[in-house]
């Protein structure tokens, strides 16, 4: 309701992740256009035994926003780990993949955690070294104030982290990627408003709204909007709240972190960005951070 009252109407990216919306973006991160998650799996394939000894063996492995937890079964093969902790907002995508990383290694113990991690999380107590991993450029969908809170507190939980970020590139490469051709990307941003209208009571028409993304240069993110196609007015429970024709609902950032920036936004945080690996594209990134001194 406070995003939807503000000037510019707001819904944080959270929400899109119910059950479909974490399927569509499985489906995502398959597409053609999507070269995030094929970039950060090569990457992750070529340096995997660099990021393994950055990463320590036979410690304790958490997972912010682990999803269908791909990338990861190349890292828990590598690690070795004791224990798996995934944290993720969806409950149905943790439980599916809590099962399967269940089934492919049952000497891991894995300590499934469902948690919004953009605020402070109660971690079980860690029984060794905890390294954390928050892949896919998720760290791309908090505003760099949000990310700058995320790694403070991280740092308290985990020595050492690695984290995916996608790097800027061609905005036209970027564009494809949040526009693809299927419209999946635009099926997953309206998803959020079928959500809205069967949890909140809600009745948004979804053909009276489109998606909508671009690359915001200045800021260096894509931004993802829903348009009103109409003069409206939309009823969520007991509110009202009314639409210009062309008015917009921002419902995500992507931040594309140059490494110079994102070097400079892990050390405000107090990591040291001590490793990092590219894809042989130049098109993903992921940093080994140690908390300065670590
Ligand atoms: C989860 N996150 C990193 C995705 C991204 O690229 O920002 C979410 C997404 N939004 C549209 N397509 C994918």
Redesign the pocket.
């Known amino acids: 309701m406070a995003g939807l009252s503000l000037p510019q109407k707001a819904l944080p990216p959270k929400y899109f992740y119910d059950a479909k919306g974490s399927k569509l973006?499985e489906r995502?991160c398959r597409l053609p256009e999507?070269y995030?998650t094929r970039a950060e799996l090569s990457l992750t394939r070529e340096h995997l035994s660099a990021i393994a000894r950055f990463a320590g063996k036979g410690g304790e492995l958490l997972e912010y926003g682990s999803g269908e937890s791909l990338k990861t079964r190349l890292l828990i093969r590598a690690l070795r780990p004791k224990t798996y902790l995934p944290v993720d907002i969806s409950v149905s995508a943790l439980g599916h993949a809590a099962a399967r990383l269940a089934r492919e290694f049952p000497w891991l113990r894995i300590v499934p955690v469902a948690a919004d991690f953009s605020r402070p999380l109660d971690l079980p107590a860690a029984k060794g070294p905890r390294t954390a991993y928050f892949p896919?450029?998720?760290i791309?969908?908090l505003t760099p104030d949000e990310a700058h809170g995320f790694l403070a507190r991280a740092r308290t939980q985990a020595k050492r982290m690695l984290i995916g970020t996608d790097l800027r590139k061609d905005a036209n490469v970027l564009h494809a990627a949040?526009n693809d051709a299927r419209g999946v990307?635009a099926a997953?941003n309206l998803n959020l408003l079928a959500r809205i209208n069967r949890e909140l009571g809600a009745d948004f028409g979804l053909r009276r709204f489109a998606h909508y993304a671009f690359y915001n240069a200045p800021l260096g993110r894509i931004e993802?909007h829903l348009v009103s196609l109409e003069k409206q007015r939309v009823r969520v429970g007991a509110h009202r709240f009314a639409f210009e024709r062309g008015e917009s609902i921002h419902t995500?950032n992507?931040y594309k972190y140059s490494i110079e920036s994102w070097r400079a936004l892990a050390a405000n945080a107090g990591f040291n960005t001590t490793r990092c690996w590219i894809d042989r594209k130049g098109l993903f990134a992921l940093h080994g951070l140690a908390g300065a001194g670590g």
Do not use: A, H
Request: hydrophobic fraction near 35%; avoid cysteine.
């Open positions: 973006f995502i999507y995030l896919g450029s998720t791309g969908n949040y990307t997953f993802m995500e992507s």
